[in-house]
Structure formats: structure tokens, C-alpha cells
């Protein structure tokens, strides 16, 4: 199982404290001490995974310090995902407190490497039925909301990080006041949807193909409660492979029949374009953070794709032509 990275994965160090002690417990839980631990894609996370064969059978050791990243959500998720029938992998062991889980090894094959025109309708119809299960059936309760604050967190990095930081975009009052204007629809747009279980990070490399029951789904542990049309929106306006309108009008008809079959289609689209909206400006947004904040600099090569895709949606509505107008400046635009 690959979990989604733009970087390198880490390589076992004898030195390493954290694998030092990866092995231990390990060997305490199972009694075995694997010669080999292949050193997994991570993501944007403190996380680490490895691949082990225990008993015969390969695994993944997941390795999260606790002091960085709290598990709880993952093996919380997990659950309620697979109480509904959808494929997480199965948590074997789990210690919370030292931050190390084993789970099941989904395998390697991503659909983003599977993903093409000749199998996409196959491969989406499979996973608008899983995010359709996700909507519908997995309980929401107890789930941190996407709400306002949130929303308004991830917007914030757009203009913070990329505009400010990234692109040194100096703002006139009056785009201030366009921009402002533009966010409050966005996030009321948000939350006027129906609420419910939200992955949100849905995308062809957190799909996994599998012998069954497909898709595999990872990275899932930042889940919330939130609107129906999110995930939705996260895959069919992808990172990796870009689609024309008309596949994206017809599959948001597709799962609109599936998730949200009471709620009309002009809605509906609507719902779906301006959630795509935030998603993709909340994204240039955290790329922008994560190499100002955190010094990782290989996401902003990403940032023009996702980019593109506002620049795409925002002409299809005429109330939003003096912020396409803003982010077609040659300050803003990458």
C-alpha cells in the first residue's frame, strides 16, 4: 500500500529511534523480527510506513509520533468505514500511546496509475459507489465540523501563502472587498449542502486497486462532517489527470443520482462547481504553506493544475468575472 507523496520515501536507519523501536514492539506483539522493512511513499503528514512480511503474509507498519500525530482518528475511521463494507485496511495491531500500527497491505496498485480514458468509467463507477456508501452510511457523529472557521482557515492560505508569500501580490482595497465577497459565497454555498461523513482527501493516489472489493481507500484519518458534494469534487478534478467538462457534467449527474437524488440537477451543479472552487484554492493554498512553513518544496510544482481548474470554472459563472479578472493578473496567476 502507497500512501500519496511528492517526496522521497525515508530509508531504515540503524540510528533511527523510531524504527529502533518499531522493531521492538513488533517483536513483542508477534514475536517476529522482519530482515527487511521497505520504506513506503509517505504524505504530507509526520507519518511513516513500511512494508513487512509477518507470518507470511506482507503488512504495513505504520509509524506516527504520537508527540506529532494522533492516531486515533485513523483507527477511528477505519472502523466506521469498514462497519459499512468500504475496504480501509483492516487494523491488525495498534498502539496508540508509542504511535505504531500494523495494518493490511492494500498493494501498490494506484488508480492514478490505472486511470485512463478507456477505464475511467469503470473505475469511477466503482468509487461514486463507495463515496455514495460514504454519504449515505457511514455516521458522521462525533466528526470535527467543516465549518465555517475551517473553510475560512483554507482560503485564508490561498491569499496568506500563495498571493502574499508565494506570488508578493500586493492587494487594492477593492480586490480585498471582490475577494471577500467571493469567499462568503463559497463558503455558504458550502454550507447550505446536506452534512455528512466527508474523506476529504479523496484522489487517484489515496485509491487503491485490490483482489477485491474495490477501491482500497486511504489517507482517511482527517475525515469530517461536512458537504455531500466534497469528495465528489476531489476526484473528478484530480492533481494528476485533468478531465474535459463534459465527462465532469456528466459524472456529477451520475452521483448526484446516487448521493443526492432529491436535490435538482442545476443545483446540484452548482454545488459541485463551487465546491471545486474552494477545494482548489484551499489546495494552492496548503502547497504554498508547505514550502513556506514547513520547507517542502516539491508540491508548488503542482499549483499551475490546480490553478488551471479555477480558471476553468470561474467563467462559467458571469457574477464571478472580477475575481477571474484578479486571478487572471500576471501578479497572481503561476
Not at 44 to 62: E, H, K, Q
Not at 283 to 291: E, N, S, T
Request: overall charge negative; aromatic content about 12%.
Amino acid at each position: 500500500m502507497r500512501a500519496m507523496s511528492e517526496t522521497s520515501p525515508p530509508s531504515p536507519d540503524q540510528d533511527d529511534p523510531r524504527l529502533e523501536a518499531a522493531r521492538k514492539w513488533l517483536k513483542q506483539q508477534t514475536g517476529a523480527e522482519p530482515p527487511d522493512w521497505q520504506p513506503m511513499a509517505g504524505d504530507a503528514s509526520f507519518r511513516r510506513y513500511f512494508r513487512v512480511a509477518i507470518g507470511g503474509c506482507s503488512r504495513i507498519l505504520m509509524d506516527a509520533p504520537p508527540e506529532l500525530e494522533d492516531s486515533a482518528p485513523f483507527v477511528d475511521v477505519a472502523r466506521r468505514l469498514r462497519d459499512v463494507g468500504l475496504h480501509a485496511p483492516e487494523i491488525i495491531l495498534a498502539d496508540l500511546n508509542q504511535g505504531f500500527l500494523l495494518l493490511e497491505d492494500l498493494g501498490d496498485d494506484l488508480y492514478r496509475d490505472l486511470l485512463s480514458s478507456d477505464t475511467v468509467e469503470a473505475l469511477f463507477g466503482e468509487t461514486f459507489a463507495a463515496l455514495a456508501v460514504m454519504a449515505r452510511d457511514v455516521d458522521p457523529t462525533g466528526l470535527p465540523a467543516y465549518g465555517p472557521e475551517l473553510f475560512a482557515q483554507e482560503l485564508d492560505w490561498f491569499t496568506g501563502f500563495y498571493l502574499e508569500k508565494e506570488r508578493r501580490h500586493h492587494w487594492s482595497d477593492g480586490q480585498r472587498k471582490t475577494w471577500n465577497r467571493f469567499c462568503r459565497t463559497l463558503v455558504e454555498n458550502a454550507l447550505s449542502q446536506p452534512q455528512v461523513f466527508v474523506h476529504k482527501d479523496v484522489h487517484s493516489c489515496n485509491l487503491m486497486r485490490t483482489s477485491g472489493n474495490n477501491p482500497g481507500i486511504i489517507d482517511f484519518q482527517d475525515a469530517v462532517r461536512g458537504p455531500v458534494s466534497y469528495d465528489f469534487v476531489s476526484l473528478v478534478w484530480d492533481r494528476y489527470i485533468p478531465w474535459p467538462r463534459q465527462n465532469i457534467e456528466r459524472w456529477m449527474e451520475q452521483f448526484r443520482l446516487l448521493a443526492a437524488p432529491d436535490i435538482p440537477g442545476d443545483r446540484w451543479t452548482r454545488w459541485c462547481d463551487l465546491m471545486g472552487l474552494q477545494r482548489n484554492i484551499k489546495i494552492v493554498g496548503r502547497f504554498a504553506l508547505l514550502k513556506h512553513e514547513q520547507k517542502k518544496h516539491g508540491y508548488v510544482e503542482m499549483i499551475p493544475r490546480f490553478y488551471g481548474y479555477l480558471m476553468d470554472v470561474l467563467p462559467l459563472y458571469p457574477e464571478f468575472g472580477d475575481v477571474h479578472e484578479l486571478l487572471r493578473d500576471p501578479s497572481c496567476a503561476p
